[in-house]
């Protein structure tokens, strides 16, 4: 390294090209004084996310409102579709339990309602849990309604209140996602509503779907024995697996 | 058909139609947005499509460096020589100009891969900054010694009084032709033999120095037990913790790790010692910590750099006698804005004895401190962070923490958004649409006064772990209007603490001050309005370049505007006058030190560089305790660096040139005391010639004529003092 004559030359071709108002050198000496740089990945990482996040919401800051709502909305349907298996597989247990439509409207119905108070109050910061135990039994609320719907022939009940609890949990999920996503400050209760509102386009279009697929078939009798009871006992697995995969 | 019902239907629906033709062409359109750049060509090979020519970040992996730069190299020799081999007779169009137009891929790569070792570096970018240093050096060496090259121009240059050349032009000449001069262009051959042969020795003496020095900070630990943690506070004896198990971490031997299990660990790197200093109430640890600091390469031991230094010290003489100048301090100066020794030296005594006597001041504050506290000893070196630190919070008390939310990084951006808009009618434009290196990186259009584009400015300000320590200035393109107008794209890069969770963040008064400093680099980079982009913007002389970031910062400190952007992020309250009061006093604290301590490092780097040729070696320990009596040097302070580690001058750039820093001050202070005397911070005459004469120039003209242009006056050093409470009124 040939410092010196490198340094002579600096003036007049190399600083032209490449202006650092302080020179290179200076780094060779703040390595003297504070020290060598370490680079630890996933501190990196985290970092890089917190950026993400701040410029997220610097430009939804400086985007028009209509721009914006849409964008939650948009947020809000892909945390179902594709991002929320675990969302798809409760809509969809709750399903496969209905024998009528209206029953299950009144489900999903009630399912959203505590969803969205949950969602609300976590976002504003007045409710708070632990995220790994609000998944674990996010994750065990899925195993409960499809072996509801392998056991019993019809819908109890208690199962509403039992919908609208687990509902009261999938809103803190929500939460914790959206926090994670950031939300503007200046439209907060409009954005959470888009997201909602994403939300529930996210479900209607789950539950539409299988509709469609399964209308065909509803009415057969074979369909609770070859689809109602295996396609909720795999539910079921799935949700059993997610289970014992969040605690430990 | 039958079985699938809806998409039949659905076909037939208009609406549907509709609906997939419009989704299918806004898929078309977002594709095209992504990339316009082929992904299988290195990006920097390709044009660059981009809004305002900003660098294709996301485009551009770490493997295209290398190659971009082998091109890079290859092509700038071509290119010089074309203009070497051109048959027709040397003229400024086909030679200096021809140059300025050269190296244009070299620069696209080394823009960019220089910001981004610097700003959002990995190892890999880190050892290809390693190979890349030599392999520049050697291509610059091949330019700056082609003596073909130097003909031409020396031709130009002799010729010159007939040519009609513009100012601008006849400075572009004869700082080309200086520049192969100073190479060495006009010595005979055995006089380029002779210089080849010093500057090979000095730049081994010069890594030597480095290395040695690095060895010798990293060398001494102050391994402490949980008893010796008095006085430390909770977050100093954390780091120490940390300290102490990254190095069980890296410990090879069980007996190693043993040596640092439940420890704690400070090193003379100034981010551990200087809190330890400050706080440790153990004066037997702070001694000995300050002295292994003090000592550093001065233990007479293989990373010793006595010997180092005063055989760089003679090299150098020798070479600017070959030169054909006096002393290395001659050769150096002659490129700058004072011009000779007299006249650093000059500068520097004036300085001094108003910076001893408040030093002096200073230590008798600690004094009776320690008297009071029941102490019978003299205040030593070691103890000067611990009983200033004291003395602060009698006299200077500043409780950051509730300054702090007066200070949102949005907020202070504003201000100095708006400052340049009262001084020059700038404007400030956030871009949301366009990807950088990192999501933190914020970028904004600058344009002026009627409107017009001027330039890109980027905002990098928060610390992180792939960025490196300090702040600085940058340009991801320069400016020209040599082939139409271009115009720069400069980055500001900060290490300010980012904000915790979705707080804004907020800074300490010392980061404004740094943001509006950077924020001046970025203006004389912004504002720059040259022909020939070598000149533009922070080309100018080291000791000048300086000029426009400080001066900037004197607006941040402005009672009147401190108000307009310093409003609470909470409660929109602008900041209490009693708050500004004490922030401004406390920037007196500690000023006869921190001046003392530099300006004896000047002084001792001035001393190195002025000795002749013909002198003998000298005995470094003893020329630095003769240089340092000379003038009076008190016992409670060291030089800023002491002759051993002294990196700036024997293993960077600033040999004769760490007065820089004090020079520019004056110049700020100086060109500041102006707007004082107008009675308004933003006298719009003074800022138009504030901005023709300085932050337009870059360094098309001598840098004392644009001051003198804007001052009306040569500088002078009473504002100065004034700053910085030395002017006996404290």
Known sequence: MKVVKFFLFCFFFFCCSITHSHNPEDFMIAEIERGQMYFENEEIAAEYAAALKRQRIRRLAAMPFYKKFYIFVKAGFEHIIPQGIDHILF???????????????????????????????????????????????IALSIVWVAIENVLFK??????????????????????????????????????????????????????????????????????????????????????????????? | ?????????????????????????????SCQQKSKMDPNINPFFQEWNTPYEVPPFLDIKDEHYMPAYEQGMKENLEEIDVIVNNPEAPTFANTIEELERTGKLLSKVGRVFSNLASSNTNPKLQELQRELSPMLSAHYDKISLNEGLFNRVDAIWQNRENLDLTKEQTKLLNDTRKGFVRSGALLSENQKERISEINSKISGLSTSFGQNLLAETNGFE??????????????????????ASQKMDAAESDEEKDKYKDKYVFTPHRSSMYPFLTESTRRDLREKLYNSYVMRGDNNNDTD??????????LRAERAQIMGYKTHAHFI??????????????????????????????????????????????????????????????????????????????????????????????????????????????????????????????????????????????SFKGQSNLDGRERPIVVNVCNFPAPVGDDPALLSFDNVVTLFHEFGHAMHGTLTDVKYGSMAGTSGPRDFIELPSQLLEHWASEPQVLKSFATHYETGEPIPDELIEKL???????????????????????????????????????????????????????????????????????????????????????????????????????????????????????????????????????????????????
């Open chain 2, 222 to 243: 102050l391994i402490l037990e949980a008893s010796d943690l008095e006085g430390l506070s909770d977050g100093v004896i954390a780091a120490a913790a940390d300290a």
């Open chain 2, 305 to 314: 750099n006595k010997e180092i230094a005063a055989q760089i010290a003679k």
């Open chain 1, 154 to 248: 019809e819908t109890s009940k208690w199962r509403y209140s039992i919908v609208f609890a687990f509902g009261l949990l999938h809103g803190l999920g929500f939460a914790a996602l959206l926090t994670q996503y950031g939300l503007p400050k200046d439209n907060f209760i409009s954005m959470l509503l888009a997201f909602n509102i994403g939300v529930e386009f996210g479900q209607l279009a789950v539950l539409l779907l299988a509709f469609i697929l399964i209308k065909l078939i509803m009415k057969k009798n074979w369909y609770s024995n070859e689809i109602k009871i295996p396609a909720s006992l795999i539910i079921a697995a799935i949700g059993l697996f997610w289970f014992i995969e969040r605690i430990i």
């Open chain 2, 333 to 474: 100066l002659d490129d700058n804005m004072l011009k000779t020794p007299e006249e650093v030296y000059d500068l520097l005594y004036k300085l001094w004895k108003p910076a001893v006597k408040r030093a002096k001041v200073e230590v008798a504050d600690m004094q009776a401190v320690a008297d009071s506290e029941g102490h019978d000893f003299k205040v030593a070196a070691w103890d000067w962070w611990h009983y200033s630190e004291k003395v602060r919070k009698e006299k200077y008390d500043l409780d950051e923490s509730a300054i702090k939310p007066y200070l949102s990084l949005d907020n202070v951006l504003q201000g100095v958004f708006n400052t340049t808009n009262k001084l020059w009618g700038l404007n400030f434009t956030e871009i949301f649409d366009i990807d950088l290196y990192h999501p933190d990186a914020r970028i904004w259009e600058v344009t002026d006064k009627d409107g017009s584009h001027l330039g890109i400015f980027i905002g990098d300000y928060f610390t992180r772990s792939n960025k490196r320590g300090g702040a600085w200035m940058s």
């Open chain 2, 584 to 730: 401004l006093n406390a920037s007196k604290f500690n000023q006869g030190f921190i001046n003392t301590e530099y300006l004896a490092a000047s002084l001792l780097d001035m001393d190195w560089h002025t000795i002749s040729a013909d002198d003998e070696l000298k005995d470094a320990n003893k020329f630095e305790s003769e240089s340092m009596k000379k003038v009076g040097l008190i016992g409670e302070i060291a030089p800023r660096y002491r002759t051993t580690y002294f990196a700036h001058i024997f293993s960077g750039g600033y040999s004769s040139g760490y007065y820089s820093y004090v020079h520019a001050a004056v110049l700020d202070s100086d060109a500041f005391e102006a707007f004082k005397e107008a009675g308004d911070v933003f006298d719009p005459d003074l800022s138009s010639k504030l901005r023709s004469s300085i932050y337009s120039m870059g360094s098309t003209e001598e840098a004392m004529d644009l001051f003198v242009e804007f001052r009306g006056r040569k500088p002078v050093i009473e504002p100065l003092l004034k700053v910085r409470g030395l002017d006996g009124s404290e």
């Open chain 1, 91 to 137: 809509v969809l247990g709750l399903f496969f339990s209905c024998i009528t439509f209206r029953a299950l409207l009144w489900q999903v119905t009630a399912f959203t309602v505590a969803h969205s108070i949950t969602l609300i109050l976590a976002a504003q910061g007045f409710v708070q849990l632990r995220g790994d135990i609000v998944e674990a039994i």
């Open chain 2, 1 to 29: 058909m039958s079985k699938s019902p809806i998409f039949t239907s659905s076909f037939n629906n208009p609406n549907m139609k509709r609906l997939i033709l419009i989704t299918v062409l806004l898929f078309i359109v």
